[in-house]
């Protein structure tokens, strides 16, 4: 899923090589936290979110066929 995420979000940014993604499992939901550089949040976030809602609909439906938890994205 962290390849995925990386994989959506690089085109997206300016710097590249400052994407990082963390993950954090818990009983019932996987949690990823993506970081870019302080100066591609807006490109990542999009106009009035929509990138940021595409980018986690797309993670979402592919965390629904890879297990039974909930899968979160949070944008830092």
Same mark, same amino acid.
């Given at each position: 899923?962290?390849?995925?995420? /990386?994989?959506? =979000?690089?085109?997206?940014?300016?710097?590249?090589?400052? @994407?990082?993604?963390?993950? *954090?499992?818990?009983?019932?939901?996987?949690?990823?936290?993506?970081?870019?550089? /302080?100066?591609? =949040?807006?490109?990542?976030?999009?106009?009035?979110?929509? @990138?940021?809602?595409?980018? *986690?609909?797309?993670?979402?439906?592919?965390?629904?066929?890879?297990?039974?938890?909930?899968?979160?994205?949070?944008?830092?």
């Amino acid at each position: 899923m962290k390849k995925l995420i /990386e994989t959506i =979000v690089e085109p997206l940014v300016d710097h590249p090589e400052d @994407i990082v993604v963390t993950e *954090r499992e818990e009983e019932s939901k996987i949690v990823f936290h993506l970081q870019v550089n /302080e100066n591609d =949040v807006g490109k990542v976030i999009g106009k009035n979110g929509r @990138i940021a809602k595409s980018i *986690r609909t797309v993670v979402y439906a592919a965390g629904m066929k890879s297990n039974n938890k909930k899968i979160f994205l949070d944008i830092m």
